[in-house]
């Protein structure tokens, strides 16, 4: 079976640029989540959608960051305009719900906003 | 709020000898799941083993268990026989059963296997 799939695995941008970071969870999941993994932050929750619908999304930094998941097949993570402190390694998720708790991440999406 | 912390930010070990990794947690909550995560240079998040909080036996897979003191909120995590391949960074994760349901990861313990 497919794993949690992201694009691109790699993004380079200017500053000022939009940025839209691509998900597809694992069929059947009902839950997907959006990290950032930073040196200095470490790994930080932005949003989670539980059936499609945001739960909560208080970790997202600014009005700059928006996701969506217009189907149980896929969501975006955007950022306009993008900040070099933007830079990091964006996760996405998907969990069955609790049925085990274990949320299986996606290989992640490094961004470079120079 | 949910806290984990990982208290050893760097760790290192002889290969074929044992290391234990220490996390605590914060929680109100009575029903959670605890979680190691490894992390290889490759970047991948790759479950190591897991705890549900009602279960009294410490979980293990294979060189790898926990040592789970609920009172105490601690969850270590001990590898025997280590082995080259487990350098890697390593989270704790909590995550309960009530409100947000978010995995809450530690700061990671960076581990080196030493040939």
């Known amino acids: 079976d497919a794993g949690v799939i992201q694009s691109p695995r790699h993004e380079v941008t200017e500053m000022g640029q939009e940025v839209t970071l691509r998900c597809k969870p694992i069929s059947g999941h009902n839950s997907l989540f959006w990290y950032r993994q930073t040196m200095m932050r470490g790994l930080e929750l932005l949003i989670y959608?539980?059936?499609?619908?945001?739960?909560?999304d208080s970790g997202m930094p600014e009005d700059r960051f928006s996701a969506k998941m217009p189907n149980a097949s896929f969501s975006t993570l955007k950022i306009q305009p993008s900040e070099p402190r933007d830079s990091a390694v964006y996760f996405c998720?998907?969990?069955?719900?609790?049925?085990?708790?274990?949320?299986?991440f996606g290989e992640g999406s490094r961004l470079t906003v120079l | 709020a949910q806290t984990v912390t990982q208290s050893q930010p760097e760790m290192s070990v002889q290969e074929a000898e044992t290391v234990t990794l220490s996390c605590t947690y914060d929680t109100s909550e009575s029903d959670y799941y605890l979680f190691w995560y490894k992390q290889p240079p490759s970047r991948q998040m790759i479950l190591v083993i897991r705890?549900?909080?009602?279960?009294?036996q410490n979980a293990t897979e294979n060189r790898f268990s926990v040592n789970f003191q609920k009172a105490a909120k601690s969850f270590s995590l001990k590898i025997s026989d280590s082995q080259l391949g487990d350098a890697a960074m390593y989270f704790c994760?909590?995550?309960?059963?009530?409100?947000?349901?978010?995995?809450?990861f530690g700061q990671g313990t960076r581990l080196t296997i030493n040939p």
């Open positions: 705890q549900e909080a009602y279960k009294q």
């Open positions: 959608f539980n059936n499609n619908v945001p739960i909560d």
């Open positions: 994760a909590y995550r309960g059963f009530q409100g947000a349901q978010k995995l809450v």
């Open positions: 998720a998907s969990s069955l719900g609790l049925a085990t708790g274990e949320l299986f």
